[in-house]
């Protein structure tokens, strides 16, 4: 059969190039009338249609490998160039501490100037000082150094006292699974489930914190699966099989295997590659969204975002992923643009898993501080992790050596129209107007997804012309799963409670929370901001004073001091939480401000003084407002790795301080539970959740009122060629 199909094929595919290739070739010689646009009759006709392609290799054109060793900061904010990486790295080599051995990096970012030089600073200003913020790690002792680019120098260089190591590298990661992997006890562990060491993909969960006989050393687990037969190990557990290993001393501390009678899962149905299998459901047509006239953004010098009223700093950061800076909103009367958040980004996450086994109780990451979001942040798959005509942003890293390396692709922009709408109203003609108008919501998003080992973490931050700031966290890829010898619920004895439900035969998916906080420096005008609680009372009627019994009336509770402002989620005590400036009211003298609208959430129910929560504490509330210290952006800690939980969220909002009528920064928490099911196995669909960030009375009044409809002129619909 092939041998007769193959030259047939050939010769189609040729044909089919030769065709490819003269109308792509006669397209591209009108580009001009692409960019240009202005009849959508010549973009939009049969040869276009079929050379449509072209618009993705343009793109791939636009988004090629970029070299980045000439790029040059252009705004405060910037990131580190590979050019300043590499500066730093010299003068680090020639510090008296550093010599003869140079210590492993385990962060280097921008030391991001004081608030009010980058407040300060316009467009044509030369840049605040350059500086780098270095944690390094050098013969046990953690170094926190700030460097002077511009100087040179290393002006200040503290040792680290405190609870806690700083985020793994990789280098730290390939020592632990290499220490496991040559440790005799695992090779007969292998052998007696009929595996060999080949056979083994090993994963190094972090160790958490779990009292003083884990201090002073950095500890790491290392868990091994099988991969014969399918790249989704995951789902195939050497259960109960756990080492702990030293990893400065490079020795396995301890080794656990309790698991041995139970088989390792099966491979089959595991792999999640794309094959050529028709599903058992109607295929669904290409689709994609068509922007005739090109995207509506721009980002100018590489970090500034400029899209219809809004304006931000986009940047990509090691351990928290996206950080969006100096988020700008212009006002709907004056176009003058007008500070909503000085800087926003997702300070830690917290990832509990509700088992006590041995192999299971010390499950309870914290991904930014542990990791780094930023870091686990792989290239996105373009038209599949974000649509046609998105933007791509590289990021530049630092590896353990103290190098710059190159993420590609790692942020996405694009314009979303999801076929919604941003507002609408019909009159019936019955009195006297005859009226349809609707307008459509067409937004702009700005995209990463980490792959934090099993787990992947999509987060979206979505600009709306309205002034609303949607942020969306998602959650796929594969569950940590817990071997079992049961292969059916009727043979669990009842007396067992697993930590989970049966995903899967010999797979039992282990219940676990994800709590992503989240650091919102909003500046609604101005730096000086007040939190307000808008609390929803129920009042009773006097007796005969109206047909009613009951109603609710808004109550405002002005925030003095942190106590005031840690709030709990209550749909029975419910309330808006507002941050307003007290001194900039509208016409109606209404104070101008935002509000954070929660979605669907989840709490930590886990014990206060659990090490994991103690650790995670900024759990504890869901919103929580601090007085703005540029030291406070790490909801854990800075050095997160094995802290007790000296250094959160939870312990600064202790002190109680004023944050009244001040720089304030409002904390919030996305929450999910998640009771795994058959779905989840053995990869799970997205699920997420979200929050938004809404004017009030920060506008006059509607600002998208003067938005235009879509006019079918505008939006050329494309046949493909069989068709038209
Ligand atoms: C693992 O054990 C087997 C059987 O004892 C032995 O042949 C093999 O060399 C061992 N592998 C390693 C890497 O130690
Ligand atoms: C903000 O408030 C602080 C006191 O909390 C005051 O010192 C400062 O001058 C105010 N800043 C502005 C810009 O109003
Ligand atoms: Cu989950």
Not at 310 to 335: N, P, Y
């Amino acid at each position: 059969m092939e041998t007769k199909t193959t030259p047939f094929l050939r010769f189609t595919f040729i044909l089919f190039l030769v065709i490819f290739l003269f109308t792509c070739s006669w397209y591209s010689l009108n580009l001009p009338g692409f960019s240009g646009y202005s009849q959508s009759t010549s973009w939009c006709n049969s040869r276009s249609r079929v050379c449509a392609h072209l618009g993705s290799v343009l793109e791939t054109r636009i988004h090629k490998p970029k070299d980045h060793m000439e790029d040059i900061p252009h705004h405060p904010l910037d990131p580190l160039t590979m050019q300043e990486i590499n500066k730093v790295r010299t003068i680090l080599s020639t510090f008296p501490h550093f010599l003869p051995s140079f210590p492993a990096i385990h962060s280097l970012s921008l030391d991001e100037p004081h608030k009010d030089l980058v407040l300060d600073w316009k467009e044509g200003d030369p840049l605040p000082p350059r500086k780098a913020l270095v944690i390094a790690l050098l013969n046990g002792q953690s170094y926190v150094l700030s460097v002077d680019l511009d100087l040179g120098l290393v002006t200040s260089n503290e040792i680290y006292h405190g609870s806690g190591y700083p985020i793994l590298t990789i280098k730290d990661i390939s020592v632990a699974m290499q220490v496991a992997l040559s440790y005799k006890e695992l090779n007969k562990s292998a052998i007696k489930r009929g595996l060999s060491l080949s056979d083994l993909t090993c994963i190094t969960p972090s160790a958490g914190w779990f009292g003083a006989n884990e201090e002073g050393r950095r500890l790491i687990k290392v868990q091994c699966f099988s991969n014969q037969g399918t790249p989704n190990f995951y789902m195939r557990p050497l259960e109960g099989l756990t080492m702990t290993v030293d990893i400065d001393k490079k020795e396995v501390v301890q080794f656990t295997d309790t698991g041995r009678g139970i088989p390792v899962p099966r491979a089959t149905n595991t792999d999640y590659r794309y094959q050529k299998e028709p599903p058992k459901m109607k295929p669904i047509k290409p689709i994609s969204i068509e922007q005739p006239q090109g995207r509506s953004f721009s980002i100018e010098d590489e970090h500034i975002v400029k899209w219809a009223n809004w304006e931000f700093h986009l940047k990509a950061d090691q351990r928290a992923g996206i950080v969006i800076s100096r988020a700008m909103v212009s006002d709907s009367d004056t176009g003058v643009p007008r500070s909503v958040m000085y800087k926003g980004f997702s300070s830690e996450l917290f990832v509990p898993y509700m088992d006590p086994d041995e192999s299971w109780y010390f499950k309870g990451y914290m991904d930014a501080g542990e990791f780094g979001m930023g870091a686990t942040a792989l290239s996105l798959v373009p038209l599949n992790d974000c649509p046609r005509h998105s933007y791509y942003m590289d990021a530049i890293f630092v590896s353990w050596d103290g190098k710059p390396y190159v993420q590609q692709n790692m942020i996405c922009v694009f314009e979303r129209y999801a076929g919604d709408i941003s507002w609408r109203h019909s009159e019936v003609p019955v009195n006297g107007f005859n009226i349809r108008e609707a307008r459509p919501k067409v937004t702009l998003v700005t995209r990463m997804a980490a792959s934090v080992g099993n787990y992947d973490y999509i987060f979206d931050w979505e600009f709306q012309t309205d002034g609303l700031i949607h942020v969306v966290v998602t959650l796929s890829g594969m569950l940590m799963v817990k071997g079992t010898p049961h292969q059916n619920t009727d043979q669990i004895p009842s007396q067992e409670a697993p930590s989970g439900p049966l995903v899967s035969e010999n797979v039992f998916g282990v219940v676990h929370d994800h709590f992503i906080t989240f650091h919102l420096d909003l500046d609604i005008d101005d730096t000086n901001n007040t939190f307000v609680k808008v609390n929803l009372v129920k009042e009773e009627t006097l007796p005969g004073e109206s047909p009613r019994k009951s109603y609710l009336k808004a109550k405002r509770n002005v925030a003095k001091t942190e106590d005031d402002a840690r709030v709990k989620l209550n749909l029975y005590d419910p309330s808006e939480f507002h941050l307003i400036n007290p001194s900039r009211r509208s016409r109606l003298g209404n104070l101008a401000g935002y509000k954070i609208i929660p979605a669907g959430n989840a709490a930590s129910l886990l014990d206060h003084l659990d090490p994991p929560q103690l650790r995670s504490a900024f759990t504890n509330n869901q919103i929580w407002v601090t007085p703005y210290n540029r030291n406070e952006q790490w909801a854990g800690g800075l050095f997160t790795y094995q802290s007790k939980g000296d250094d959160t969220l939870a312990v600064w909002s202790a002190r109680n301080r004023a944050i009244e009528n001040t720089d304030i920064v409002l904390w919030y928490t996305l929450g999910f539970h998640h009771i795994p099911c058959q779905e989840d196995f053995p990869l799970m669909p997205a699920v997420s959740s979200s929050f938004d960030l809404k004017p009030v009375n920060f506008f006059e009044s509607n600002p998208i009122l003067k938005a235009a409809p879509m006019f079918e002129k505008d939006l050329p619909v494309c046949r493909s060629a069989t068709t038209s």
